[in-house]
C-alpha cells in the first residue's frame, strides 16, 4: 500500500471515527446499566429530581403554598394528581417544589461533608505522628455522640434555615468521611513517587 492509497483510505476511516466515537457513552451506558442495575435506578432517580427541582414552574399545576377554595381533602384524580391537603393545596405541586429542598440539602450536605473530611483525612494521613492522634481521638470523640443530637444542638445555636440544615449535616457526614480519606492518604504516603 502506497502513500496515495494511505490518503484514500483516510478520509472513510475519519468518517467512522467520529461515529463510534459518539456511539461509545451510549455502549458505557448500556453496560452499565446490565451490571448495575440498583445503581443504574439509583442514578435515573437522582436524575428524575433534579430535573423536577429545575422545571419545577413547569412541571407543577400550582404554586406549591397555593391554597384552592372547595378542594379540601380531595381524592388523587385527573385535576389533583396526588390529592389536596387539609388546607385544600395540590399535593403534587408541594412534592414536586419539595425535590428543589431535597436536592440543595442533599448535594450541598455531602459537599461540605467531603470538603471537611478531605481536609480533616488528608493532612492527618499526611503529617501523622501527634496531630494524627490528636485529630484522630477528636473524631472519635465526635462520631461517638448520636447525630440527632449533635444536629440539634448545631440547630440550637445557629438557629433554623435551610443554609444551617445544610451545616448540620455536612458537620455530622465529615467525620465518617474523614476516616476512609485518611485511610486512602496513608495507603498513598508510602509511595516512592510521593517520596
Avoid at 446499566?33 to 419545577?56: D, E, F, N, S, T
Avoid at 476512609?180 to 510521593?194: A, E, N, P, Q
Wanted: glycine share 12%.
Amino acid at each position: 500500500m502506497n502513500h496515495t492509497e494511505t490518503l484514500a483510505a483516510a478520509p472513510g476511516q475519519a468518517n467512522a471515527r467520529p461515529d463510534d466515537t459518539a456511539r461509545a457513552p451510549l455502549r458505557a451506558l448500556r453496560r452499565f446499566c446490565r451490571r448495575k442495575p440498583l445503581g443504574a435506578l439509583g442514578g435515573l432517580i437522582v436524575v428524575a429530581l433534579l430535573l423536577m427541582a429545575v422545571l419545577a414552574p413547569w412541571i407543577a399545576h400550582y404554586a406549591y403554598d397555593e391554597t384552592l377554595r372547595g378542594a379540601r381533602m380531595k381524592a388523587p384524580g385527573a385535576q389533583f394528581w396526588m390529592g389536596t391537603d387539609n388546607l385544600g393545596r395540590d399535593m403534587w405541586s408541594r412534592v414536586v417544589y419539595g425535590a428543589r429542598v431535597s436536592v440543595s440539602v442533599g448535594f450541598g450536605a455531602v459537599l461540605i461533608a467531603n470538603i471537611l473530611g478531605a481536609v480533616i483525612g488528608i493532612t492527618s494521613g499526611y503529617f501523622r505522628g501527634g496531630y494524627d492522634i490528636c485529630v484522630q481521638r477528636v473524631v472519635d470523640a465526635w462520631q461517638s455522640f448520636p447525630f440527632l443530637v449533635v444536629i440539634l444542638s448545631i440547630m440550637a445555636v445557629l438557629g433554623p434555615g435551610l443554609v444551617n440544615i445544610i451545616l448540620a449535616l455536612g458537620v455530622i457526614g465529615a467525620a465518617n468521611a474523614s476516616r476512609v480519606i485518611r485511610g486512602s492518604t496513608i495507603g498513598v504516603v508510602v509511595t516512592v513517587y510521593v517520596e
